[in-house]
C-alpha cells in the first residue's frame, strides 16, 4: 500500500475512533454526574459502587488520554508530519501506525526512550532542577 493510501485510510480510523472514544468518555462522565440517579443504591453495594465510580474515573482518563492521543495523529495528519518519527525524523513503517495509530516514533525511538525512562530518567531532561 502506498504510504498516502495509507495517511488517508488511517486518518478515517482515528476520526471513528475519535467520535466512539467521545460518546464513551461522555458517558462514563454522564453517568458520574447523575450519581444515584444514575445507578440503583444499596448500603451492601456502596463500597462496590464507590469502586465503580474510580474504575470510570480511571477508564475516563484513559479515555481521554488515547483521544488526546488521537487527536494529535489528526492534527499531525493535517500538518503532514503524521508518521513521522518525532526523535529521528524518519518515517514510521507503515505496518507499525497500522498496530499503533498514535505512534509518534520509530520502534527503534520508542524502545530508546522507554529504556530512559525505565532508568528513571526525565523524558526531556529539563524540571529536574526547577
Ligand atoms: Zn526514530
Avoid at 22 to 27: I, K, N
Avoid at 49 to 78: H, M, P, T, W, Y
Avoid at 106 to 123: D, F
Wanted: net charge negative; aromatic share 6%; hydrophobic share 40%.
Amino acid at each position: 500500500m502506498k504510504r498516502e493510501e495509507f495517511l488517508k485510510q488511517a486518518e478515517v480510523l482515528l476520526r471513528q475512533r475519535r467520535n466512539e472514544l467521545r460518546r464513551r468518555v461522555g458517558a462514563g462522565l454522564s453517568e458520574l454526574s447523575q450519581g444515584e440517579g444514575g445507578i440503583v443504591r444499596d448500603q451492601a453495594d456502596a463500597a462496590a459502587e464507590d469502586e465503580f465510580q474510580l474504575f470510570l474515573c480511571s477508564f475516563a482518563d484513559l479515555g481521554k488520554n488515547e483521544l488526546a492521543e488521537i487527536e494529535q495523529a489528526l492534527e499531525k495528519i493535517r500538518q503532514g508530519t503524521y508518521g513521522v518519527c518525532e526523535a529521528c525524523g524518519k518515517n514510521i513503517p507503515i505496518a507499525r501506525l497500522e498496530a499503533i495509530p498514535t505512534a509518534t516514533m520509530c520502534v527503534h525511538c520508542q524502545q530508546a526512550w522507554e529504556q530512559k525512562r525505565a532508568r528513571g530518567w526525565s523524558a526531556d531532561g529539563e524540571d529536574d532542577a526547577a
